[in-house]
């Protein structure tokens, strides 16, 4: 068993696609273990993605993502990880194989519709980043 961090990011929420992403997340056989729904800071949304913050792409990603709410959620199942990473399609949408979240609901690169980590260690340290023990519940 392998747990993997999503969010469902603005531009679908906005959309009111969240209940449609969870629903093929589901469909998917992952397992929701934790869900809450958030308006991120900037700051927050700065040190989420701090592996990132030497990219050109950083301070518009870190404004979109703190710009309206996001569904943030932990997934269990066998290689996790990977089965949520297929899932979700390429980053680029226009690059997203056909049947994959980015693919169906995703609006450009940046406005992408869902983030998921994407090997052990950084699902550990984003799993950790917006949910303690208890709020785990699978
Ligand atoms: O989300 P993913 O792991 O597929 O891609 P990433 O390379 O870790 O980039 C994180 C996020 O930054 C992407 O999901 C996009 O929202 C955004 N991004 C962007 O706006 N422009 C790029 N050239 C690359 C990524
Ligand atoms: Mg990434």
Same mark, same amino acid.
């Given at each position: 068993? $392998? ?5 469902? =990011? #603005?531009?679908?929420? $906005? ?10 997340? $589901? ?8 869900? =809450? ?15 990132? =913050? ?38 680029? #949408? ?9 693919? =169906? ?34």
């Amino acid at each position: 068993m $392998q747990r993997t961090f999503s969010i469902i =990011k #603005p531009d679908a929420v $906005q959309r009111n696609l969240q209940g449609q992403i969870l629903a093929d997340i $589901q469909a998917a056989g992952l397992k929701i273990v934790a869900m =809450k729904m958030i308006r991120m800071t900037r700051a927050q949304a700065e040190g989420f993605y701090a592996v990132h =913050k030497e990219r050109p792409f950083f301070a518009s990603l870190t404004e979109y993502m703190s710009s309206a709410p996001v569904v943030c959620s932990v997934l269990e199942g066998e290689n996790a990880i990977a089965r949520y990473r297929e899932l979700m399609g390429a980053t680029n #949408p226009a690059n997203a194989a056909p049947g994959t979240l980015r693919q =169906k609901y995703a609006e450009n690169l940046e406005a992408n519709a869902v983030h998921g980590s994407d090997a052990p260690e950084t699902a550990a340290f984003e799993i950790s980043y917006f949910f303690n023990a208890f709020e785990i519940v699978g």
